[in-house]
């Protein structure tokens, strides 16, 4: 199904909100199937005030609740997304556009469209949905510690 859209179907453009560049660019994007939490490094292409696109080697179905985490050090906090779309490209890696479910959070935001982030923001985990809070508590270094490629 090699470029062939996966959920909502190719949408006009009606953004409302300009799209930044992101320039803190890699993540771990994980979900939830069944009782486990799967999560996979990704690339944040960019991101808006309503969502952002993302590039992962798998992806999660549409309509699914995600998180994602900033890899490093930066912002030590998970935000949680839903998928609207996935498209899987000629070279097999899914491109996700992903929706915020309030707007894009400031500290999210400041991180990754500036690179900036206080030691205050990556203190206040945002809630999350009640699975991962289960499933974290015993997998608190949830994050590999391998490099991106």
Not at 32 to 53: K, V
Not at 110 to 127: F, H, I, T
């Amino acid at each position: 199904m090699k470029g062939e859209a996966v959920g909502v179907g190719k949408r006009p453009e009606r953004r409302a909100a300009l799209r930044h560049r992101a320039i803190v660019d890699r993540l771990w994007l994980g979900w939830r199937d069944g009782h486990d939490f799967i999560h996979t490094p990704a690339r944040l292409l960019d991101l808006s005030h309503g969502g952002c696109l993302v590039v992962a080697a798998a992806s999660p179905p549409a309509e699914r609740t995600v998180l994602l985490h900033l890899h490093g050090d930066l912002l030590p906090v998970w935000f949680e997304a839903r998928v609207l779309e996935a498209v899987v490209e000629e070279d097999g890696l899914r491109t996700l556009r992903l929706v915020f479910p309030t707007g894009c959070p400031y500290e999210l935001y400041m991180a990754v469209a500036y690179g900036l982030a206080s030691a205050e923001a990556g203190r206040r985990q945002p809630e999350l949905p009640s699975y991962f809070e289960e499933w974290h508590l015993g997998h608190r270094d949830v994050a590999p510690r391998r490099p991106f490629r």
